[in-house]
């Protein structure tokens, strides 16, 4: 029996050890926005957030994660409630199908707190471990710029 | 093969012996796992008991004093990657760990890790090496240390006897005029190196080079030191050196090489690319003595 937090609710939960935290959070959870694609830590889709900074929840077992604050993108915003990053994702329209669009934007939430003021090549950087089939890649990078100015609107009310 | 584990949750260094010894090889121990994960799925090891060591607070830490700073074997990168101790000519390690996979590994992943599942391309090795690294390793009952000159083996094989724990790295910190490059190619930031390589040098008030290293890594079965092309700039002065020397050490680099060819690269380019990359280093690392010398 193991215990996680998973956006900022706790779940008892009765795994196998070798289940992967992908697997947990979403055929156990029905989290259906961590996306399981390459399972190697090549496609960047299954990012999820660990104590605010980006991982690969199918790099590591579900119990590696005991006592750490897991966020996935069901925990950014809500569908009446955005958050400013996936606002400016749908604005800048930086994703076509959307499949890795979840991860991006773990990974551009973990960078945006950290480093607020990031240029486009920071930006890319950070989200090197990403992979985008449709090739939305500029998009992104703008989407999240977007996103900076919003976040820092924001701050500055 | 098996289709799962029983998972231990060692909260000691020592415990985490006491259970390996208890189930000896049947016992794995598991740091960040980003490679065991892999290895464990693709059937390439087998693993009954898992000592996952993630619950170790003690091993994770960067401590510096005026001669030395230690690392806990499972410090994560990227903590690597952003300590601001790893300051000066130990930059090196930080330049490693930021190129060290994506962001998303390297919250998990471990120095510890990354060292002891011994791939020939380990990032944080050749830095290590070249720095004059020594490990720590534990058992219930004795420790000793190693040093990363001789951590290697083979191909994921290093001296760590069966039952000992990786649990601290230590470097000495240059107290000369020392500058220190680290060097990579691969084909995206995410990826593998092709080659990877530091290089440190050392020299006197007088600009004469006292200690030289050279370490590369993906170009042989473990990540290897050039001691031939480092006796050619011993003794030299970094103000009358000539390219031709610069060139010639780069040849012998070129020479010095085994690597492979693999999915990554040929074994003929990276014959190349090491040639390449070590003129370079050479470069960086005389230009950043000049402007020491001038200051």
């Keep these: 029996m193991i215990t996680l937090m998973v956006n900022d609710k706790e779940y008892q939960l009765e795994i196998e050890p070798h289940e992967t935290l992908v697997d947990v959070l979403q055929k156990r959870l029905g989290l259906m926005g961590v996306r399981i694609s390459c399972g190697q830590g090549e496609c960047g889709a299954c990012t999820i957030l660990l104590d605010n900074k980006p991982a690969l929840s199918c790099m590591m077992l579900a119990c590696q994660a005991e006592g750490k604050k897991i966020l996935t993108i069901e925990g950014v915003g809500s569908y009446d409630n955005l958050h400013p990053i996936q606002e400016s994702f749908i604005e800048e329209h930086g994703f076509q199908c959307g499949f890795c669009t979840p991860g991006v934007i773990m990974t551009s939430k973990s960078l945006l707190e950290t480093k607020p003021e990031s240029n486009a090549s920071e930006i890319a950087m950070s989200l090197s471990g990403h992979i985008c089939r449709c090739g939305a890649y500029p998009k992104i990078i703008k989407s999240v710029q977007n996103a900076a100015k919003k976040l820092e609107e924001s701050h500055g009310k | ?295």
């Excluded at chain 2, 990227?78 to 130990?90: G, I, K, Q, T, V």
């Design chain 2, 1 to 295: 093969m098996k289709k799962t584990f029983t998972y231990l949750r060692p909260l000691t260094p020592v415990e985490a012996c006491r259970f390996k010894e208890k189930y000896d090889k049947k016992a794995k121990f598991w740091a960040g796992g980003t490679d065991l994960l892999l290895q464990w799925r693709d059937q390439k090891i087998s693993l009954d008991y898992c000592v996952d060591l993630s619950f170790i607070r003690d091993l994770e830490y960067i401590k510096k004093d005026s001669d030395q700073i230690c690392i806990g074997s499972l410090t994560r990168v990227n903590a690597l990657e952003n300590s601001s101790e790893l300051d000066n000519s130990l930059s090196i390690i930080r330049k490693a760990a930021e190129r060290l996979g994506p962001p998303g590994i390297r919250t998990t992943a471990t120095i510890g890790g990354n060292l002891c599942n011994a791939s020939p391309s380990a990032d944080l090795a050749t830095p290590l090496i070249v720095l004059g690294a020594h490990a720590k390793f534990l058992t219930s009952t004795e420790e000793r240390w190693v040093n990363m000159d001789e951590f290697f083996l083979n191909v994921s094989q290093t001296v760590l006897k069966e039952n000992e724990l990786l649990t601290e790295i230590k470097i000495p910190i240059p107290q000369d005029i020392t500058a220190t490059s680290f060097l990579k190619i691969d084909r995206n930031v995410v990826d593998i190196a092709i080659v990877n390589m530091s290089m440190k040098a050392t020299m006197d008030e007088a600009g004469i080079l006292t200690d030289v290293k050279m370490a590369f890594g993906a170009v042989a079965p473990t990540p290897i030191r050039i001691e031939s092309a480092e006796k050619l700039l011993l003794g030299v002065d970094i103000f009358k050196i000539e390219n031709t020397l610069i060139d010639e050490v780069g040849n012998k680099v070129q020479e010095e090489v085994k690597p492979i060819t693999d999915v990554r690269s040929s074994a003929e380019y990276r014959r190349e690319v090491s040639r390449v990359l070590a003129v370079r280093a050479v470069k960086n690392v005389l230009g950043d003595l000049k402007n020491r010398r001038q200051v």
